[in-house]
């Protein structure tokens, strides 16, 4: 028995160096079996990361200012009020909203609301203070009202916690993982990198968007992105604007100017792209001037608004910028997107471009149309005479948006219709000396009579065939008013005077610049003087007035 318990302790003093040297091993591997934290994963004191935590975690002042009407702190609860004479006690953040329900029942009643006091109010930064009584509560109130600072905290953005952090030393060895399960926490962790501390947080994380929707991040690129893009609807929120991402506003504002891409988290580099995007919901995206067709349209579903690309031409832009992106805030001048843990920031560019002088153009041209039978002549040379005098633009013109976009198939001017106006037409311009760097315009034709006499080719024929026709002034005389002209169906017209009959030709026409009529090779004496070619410049069935060069000729009708 003896010799046994002598076995049993040696037995003993073999085991425990060995368990001592295995437990010593055992913390040193607990040290250094997290790989060394890249720079971009840690957070460091007072960085851009670190003050941005520390906004979202600080405590929201405002939720309680049915009662303190402060958004710098908020009443430790629970807390007993008075209101209209009846005593209530808070207990919770969902009795907030039963005092406002009071508040709100009766719109024409002067509603009263008291604390009693001694209470403890609790400031952004989770300290805490005694009130004795009301005046000592006003004299603060007073302060954060009239407070010049900026209110920093962000509250359009949560954590879904618990969330973990991997602590380092100075060895870039983890020491100990820190769990956190509230703001507070949050905040106090933060506070404490100050003291040297290095940190990195353990992705992936939820965050929460203020209208209940989630987003996952996978690193600090893109937590720090999603915090500032909630910034701003928070900053929205509290100057009590309408909120602008609504898809009208989108739509309407997404197609001014020129979007340039200022941030995007993804591998590919697309700092160089731009987007144009039209109404029609066609979108060219520029590479330096090189560019790739696609569309774009917004839409409504249960995560939130929507800009999805689709149909991107030949690039390998096509898996990077393909699908639906997620609209994290919009603004006049800023478009911040998000698709599958991607974020990509749109900056609005309105600034002159090469194309600054056809932005201006009215999209509309018309046309000639004398007889009005809906067709007629357009000179599209001319639509962007003033923008292109020193030749710097190649300008075509095409009755469909893909040869305006494939170059293909361009109109010739003076242009005649083939479809009853109005319709559109499109402007492909480009710079001369690029041509791969171009805009489309459309451009709406419509036709009017632009004869100033009033009258048409038709008028013009009927009026001279119901009657006998005398020339009563031929440059200035009456010489010719001896002739009487008889114009007949078959273009013939037989003059008769002076004791002769001529009988010729003549021929009514009409072009961009109104009504004309030809006399063909007259011969005799005096008479032969209107052969030619003449404009019609007042049109009336009982008189007409034209134009020969410098010649001009009154003719008035006689049907007796």
């Known amino acids: 028995m003896k010799l046994q ?18 437990i ?85 009643d002067d509603d009263l609301l008291e604390i009693q006091f001694p209470i403890t109010i609790i400031l952004n930064d989770y300290t805490t203070i005694e009130i004795a009584n009301q005046s000592d509560l006003e004299v603060l109130v007073d ?63 939820t965050l929460i968007l203020s209208d209940g929707s989630t987003i996952e991040v996978n690193n600090n690129v893109q937590l720090e992105a999603v915090i500032e893009a909630a910034d701003d609807t928070c900053e929205d929120d509290d100057n009590n604007e309408e909120d602008d991402c609504d898809i009208e ?51 409504e579903t249960n995560e939130g608004l929507m800009v999805t690309f689709s149909n991107i031409s030949g690039n390998s832009l096509t898996e990077v910028i393909n699908g639906e992106w997620l ?19 749109l900056d609005r560019d309105c600034s002159p471009g090469p194309f600054t002088c056809f932005t201006d153009f009215n999209g509309e041209l018309i046309g000639c149309d004398d007889d009005n039978d809906g067709f007629g002549v357009f000179d599209l040379n001319g639509t962007f005479a003033d923008c292109n005098a020193n030749g710097e633009y190649n300008i075509y013109y095409y009755e469909t948006l893909a040869d305006a976009q494939a170059g293909t198939n361009p109109l010739i001017s003076p242009y005649n219709n083939i479809i009853v106006t109005p319709f559109t037409i ?21 036709l009017e009579n632009c004869d100033p006499t009033g009258c048409s080719e038709i008028d013009l024929t009927n009026y001279l065939q119901e009657c006998e026709w005398n020339i009563v002034n031929f440059n200035g005389s009456d010489d010719l008013i001896i002739y009487d002209l008889e114009f007949q169906i078959n273009n013939t017209v037989v003059i008769t005077g002076n004791g002769e009959t001529i009988t010729t030709t003549y021929t009514v026409t009409q072009d961009a610049n109104g009504v004309y009529l030809e006399f063909d090779n007259v011969s005799g004496p005096n008479i032969q003087a209107i052969t030619g070619n003449w404009h019609i410049i007042d049109c009336d069935p009982e008189r007409l007035e034209m134009t020969m060069g410098d010649n001009t000729m009154v003719m008035e009708r006689d049907c007796n």
Do not use: H, M
Not at 430 to 445: K, R, S, T
């Open 426 to 446: 499109y402007v492909r311009v480009e710079v001369y000396n690029n041509p791969d760097q171009y805009e489309i315009y459309e451009l709406e034709l419509f």
């Open 143 to 205: 302060e954060c009202l009239n407070e010049d600072e900026i209110d920093d905290e962000i509250e359009c953005v949560d954590f879904q916690y618990p969330i973990v952090f991997s602590v380092y030393n100075s060895n870039f060895q983890v020491t100990e993982t820190v769990t956190i399960l509230n703001d507070e926490e949050l905040y106090n962790f933060i506070e404490d990198l100050d003291g040297g501390i290095l940190a990195s947080l353990n992705f992936p994380v």
């Open 249 to 299: 506003t989108i739509n309407a504002n997404i197609v001014e100017c020129v979007w340039s891409v200022v941030s995007y988290t993804g591998s590919v580099d697309l700092s160089v792209f731009t987007f144009e995007f039209n109404s029609n919901g066609s979108v060219l995206i520029s590479e330096n001037g090189n560019y790739v067709d696609a569309n774009w349209e917004t839409s």
């Open 24 to 108: 010593f091993t055992s913390c040193q591997d607990e040290i250094v079996e997290v790989t060394l934290p890249n720079n971009q994963d840690t957070i460091s004191a007072n960085s851009n990361l670190s003050n941005l935590l520390s906004n979202v975690s600080s405590l929201n002042g405002s939720i309680d200012d049915i009662i303190d009407n402060a958004s710098c702190f908020a009443i430790a609860l629970p807390v007993t009020i008075e209101i209209n004479g009846s005593v209530f006690v808070v207990n919770s953040e969902e009795d907030y909203e039963i005092i406002i329900a009071i508040f709100e029942e009766f719109t024409d």
């Open 5 to 22: 318990s002598q076995l049993q302790f040696l037995k003993k003093l073999f085991i425990l160096p060995i368990l001592a040297l295995f």
């Open 327 to 345: 609209i994290l805030n919009c603004d006049d001048d800023e478009l911040e997107l998000v698709n599958n843990g991607e974020f990509l920031v």
